[in-house]
């Protein structure tokens, strides 16, 4: 599975790229503002950081304007992704977008029949949000599988991000059914790193070693 991290933060980008473990990276508008920059400025530093794709999304609300505003975000950069809000408007959109070769990221899903419809115009991502379905009540995770189904059953090349991961077992959950992308915010990135018994154990194997080690 690719795991992309979910934030605008380049601290947090520089750091996880240097794990060895990160793929990509996706933005959305509100991580964007926590930074205090535009799109373009920080999409186009995250590029400098991370050779996988990138997501940047437009906020034109017309086909028309998606379409413009598209062009530019992939002109930044050729890993950048275009991300666009699930509506009949981004479904011309990504039509065209991905004639021109332009990666498209349809964002906002929150049913297995919008993804059907993305990945028919060339979606090249569908991201379902797993946490927000799961603060109304729901099994987020379950449209993830329902997803990848209906692409398996009909050969899509579309791939399914998992997106608005809460927690550590949302992306072993995704993961086991196989799920192509996470993208994980930073706190959950690191708490996957960590079991206590690991620390536990790191500080016995220091203890013994210095037993009988004196350096
Ligand atoms: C997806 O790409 C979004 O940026 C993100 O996962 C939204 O997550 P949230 O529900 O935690 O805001």
Redesign the pocket.
């Given at each position: 599975m690719k795991i992309f991290i979910?934030t605008a933060n380049l601290d947090m980008i520089k750091e996880v790229n240097s794990w060895g473990i990160l793929d990509g990276v996706?933005t959305?508008p509100?991580?964007i503002a926590k930074e205090g920059v535009d799109t373009p400025t920080r999409v186009k530093e995250i590029a400098k950081i991370v050779d996988g794709p990138i997501?940047a999304e437009a906020m034109s609300l017309d086909a028309e304007g998606m379409i413009a505003e598209g062009r530019k975000l992939a002109a930044i950069y050729p890993n950048i992704n275009v991300k666009l809000p699930m509506c009949i408007e981004t479904l011309k959109a990504t039509k065209v977008l991905s004639s021109e070769g332009i990666d498209v990221n349809v964002?906002l899903i929150f049913s297995a029949q919008q993804a059907l419809l993305a990945a028919k115009a060339g979606a090249r991502y569908v991201?379902p949000?797993v946490?927000?379905l799961d603060d109304i009540g729901l099994h987020g995770c379950d449209l993830v599988g329902d997803i990848m189904q209906i692409f398996m059953n009909y050969d899509f090349d579309t791939e399914v991000?998992a997106?608005?991961?809460?927690g550590p077992a949302h992306v072993i959950e995704v993961a086991e059914m196989g799920c192509d992308i996470a993208?994980i915010?930073y706190n959950v990135l690191k708490m996957m790193v960590s079991h206590p018994k690991t620390d536990e154990g790191i500080q016995k194997f220091i203890a013994d070693y210095s037993k009988v080690n004196k350096n």
């Amino acid at each position: 599975m690719k795991i992309f991290i979910d934030t605008a933060n380049l601290d947090m980008i520089k750091e996880v790229n240097s794990w060895g473990i990160l793929d990509g990276v996706t933005t959305n508008p509100s991580l964007i503002a926590k930074e205090g920059v535009d799109t373009p400025t920080r999409v186009k530093e995250i590029a400098k950081i991370v050779d996988g794709p990138i997501s940047a999304e437009a906020m034109s609300l017309d086909a028309e304007g998606m379409i413009a505003e598209g062009r530019k975000l992939a002109a930044i950069y050729p890993n950048i992704n275009v991300k666009l809000p699930m509506c009949i408007e981004t479904l011309k959109a990504t039509k065209v977008l991905s004639s021109e070769g332009i990666d498209v990221n349809v964002t906002l899903i929150f049913s297995a029949q919008q993804a059907l419809l993305a990945a028919k115009a060339g979606a090249r991502y569908v991201s379902p949000f797993v946490g927000r379905l799961d603060d109304i009540g729901l099994h987020g995770c379950d449209l993830v599988g329902d997803i990848m189904q209906i692409f398996m059953n009909y050969d899509f090349d579309t791939e399914v991000i998992a997106a608005s991961i809460r927690g550590p077992a949302h992306v072993i959950e995704v993961a086991e059914m196989g799920c192509d992308i996470a993208t994980i915010p930073y706190n959950v990135l690191k708490m996957m790193v960590s079991h206590p018994k690991t620390d536990e154990g790191i500080q016995k194997f220091i203890a013994d070693y210095s037993k009988v080690n004196k350096n």
